[in-house]
Nanobody, 126 residues
Framework: QVTLVESGGGSVQAEGSLRLSCEAS?????????MSWFRQAPGQEREEVAG???????RYADSVKGRFTVSQNSAKNTLTLEIDSAKPEDTAMYYC???????????????????WGQGTQVTVSS
């Protein structure tokens, strides 16, 4: 059973930095996984902000490009999101998610992700 546990959320002032971590366990040996960070603000849809493929290439939402950096450790069981130059509009619950990577494909839709963490709150004050 795959389990994802986020940590590192909190409060930061605008232009500040924060690091989120996601510890993964239960991945099936020999299978490749795509991992992503999503966020959801009150009354908003859950959106992907950053994702990373098993081979290491990353993608970002336009709203966070140049400010967020997603990375994965060599064991591929820890996903990190570095938030720099934080903005009040980054305030949201942040979720770690994973999907099995079939044929090298990583789908952006939240419906493609089978595994989710419980979320960690990020609050950016102006």
């Amino acid at each position: 059973q795959v389990t994802l546990v986020e940590s590192g959320g909190g409060s930061v002032q605008a232009e500040g930095s924060l690091r989120l971590s996601c510890e993964a366990s239960g991945f099936v040996g020999g299978s490749a996984y795509c991992m992503s960070w999503f966020r959801q603000a009150p009354g908003q849809e859950r959106e992907e902000v950053a994702g990373i493929r098993s081979e290491g290439s990353a993608r970002y939402a336009d709203s966070v490009k140049g400010r967020f950096t997603v990375s994965q450790n060599s064991a591929k069981n820890t996903l990190t999101l570095e938030i720099d130059s934080a903005k009040p509009e980054d305030t949201a619950m942040y979720y770690c998610a994973a999907q099995v990577e079939y044929g090298g494909n990583c789908y952006k839709s939240r419906h493609a992700f089978s595994y989710w963490g419980q979320g960690t709150q990020v609050t950016v004050s102006s």
